[in-house]
């Protein structure tokens, strides 16, 4: 978002998602997302989705 300068009160309201689920999102505490919403943040972003997602084993994460 910040290479793209957009916030993430813009982002959410071009992408149709409330800036609490947006944010929960953002700081990697969501346990899922729709393949709906991660098309609609890549196409506005420009991106793609391993551009944003990091996969992290929940065996070693604190």
Do not use: V
Not at 1 to 9: E, V, Y
Not at 10 to 38: C, H, M, V, W
């Amino acid at each position: 978002m910040a290479k793209r300068k957009i916030s993430l009160n813009e982002l959410s309201g071009k992408i149709d998602i409330t800036p609490a689920n947006l944010s929960i999102l953002k700081t990697g505490k969501a346990k899922a997302i729709r393949f709906s919403t991660l098309e609609a943040i890549c196409k506005e972003l420009n991106c793609q989705p391993g551009d944003i997602l990091e996969y992290q084993d929940e065996e070693n994460t604190i």
